[in-house]
């Protein structure tokens, strides 16, 4: 009985360190569900010459995500787990062109933002989205150089 009342003691002191790493780890999993989005989307403008879009289900990013063309949706991602998403440099709505270049709101450079919901910015992921095509990832909530 004495062990189990250490081990919940110890385990109930290292629990909050754990924050951090999760906070990172559901930023980072909705920055690459994202990054796969974009992928997908300027693979699909190239395909059909364009039309494509990727947009916020409800207007907003935290109700998840669809690629649609024409109006119609072909590809639908759920919502993030406690994760927040916010274009930067863009209006919330995503295009592909037949050349498979993505712009928002028609800047060609432009960024999103992934933080944890409540927690921590410097947990969080961004993707620049640059004018020749390159999407990267940083960690943190930066500005992108």
């Known amino acids: 009985m004495v ?5 919940a003691i110890l385990a109930a002191l290292a629990a ?11 930023a980072r999993q909705a920055a690459e569900d994202l990054l796969g989005t974009l992928y997908y989307a300027r693979s699909e403008a190239m395909k059909r ?8 289900n409800s207007g907003d990013w ?3 995500w669809a690629v649609k063309v024409d109006g119609d949706a072909l590809q639908n991602t759920a919502a993030p787990t406690k994760a927040t998403i916010t274009t930067v440099g ?15 709101n028609g800047a060609t450079q432009f960024r999103i933002q992934i933080a944890p919901q409540g927690g921590n910015a410097s947990n ?16 943190g909530i930066t500005s992108c150089s």
């Open 90 to 104: 863009g209006d919330g709505t995503i295009a592909a062109d037949r050349w498979g270049v993505l712009t928002s």
């Open 16 to 26: 909050p360190s754990f924050n951090p790493i999760i906070e990172r780890y559901r």
């Open 49 to 56: 010459s364009g039309g494509i879009t990727i947009s916020a």
């Open 124 to 139: 969080g992921s961004t993707l620049c989205v640059n004018p020749g095509g390159m999407i990267k990832r940083e960690d």
């Open 62 to 64: 935290k109700n998840g």
């Open 3 to 7: 062990t189990i009342a250490i081990l």
